[in-house]
């Protein structure tokens, strides 16, 4: 039986903070990508479409919500 690692909100919040967004913890996804967003406005963000990319490219084992917030909130901003 093969165990595949999720992107969760915790996962999705950990690459944002990473990239110098400051999150509150247990921050949900919605509010993770509306932080991210509001950064990329204000300053931008380095790597943060580099990083999108990457997990779009994972929606497979993306859970709804990170995937929901990502398509709301970051990819218009990112086009």
């Given at each position: 039986?093969?165990?595949?690692?999720?992107?969760d909100?915790?996962?999705?919040?950990?690459?944002?903070?990473?990239?110098?967004?400051?999150?509150?913890?247990?921050?949900?996804?919605?509010?993770?990508?509306?932080?991210?967003?509001?950064?990329?406005?204000?300053?931008?963000?380095?790597?943060?479409?580099?990083?999108v990319?990457?997990?779009?490219?994972?929606?497979?084992?993306?859970?709804?919500?990170?995937?929901?917030?990502?398509?709301?909130?970051?990819?218009?901003?990112?086009?």
């Amino acid at each position: 039986m093969m165990i595949v690692d999720l992107i969760d909100g915790d996962d999705f919040r950990d690459r944002l903070v990473a990239l110098g967004i400051r999150i509150p913890e247990g921050a949900c996804p919605e509010t993770c990508a509306r932080m991210a967003r509001c950064k990329q406005r204000e300053v931008g963000v380095p790597r943060l479409a580099e990083t999108v990319r990457e997990l779009m490219a994972r929606t497979d084992i993306m859970l709804p919500s990170v995937r929901d917030a990502i398509e709301r909130f970051l990819l218009p901003e990112l086009r």
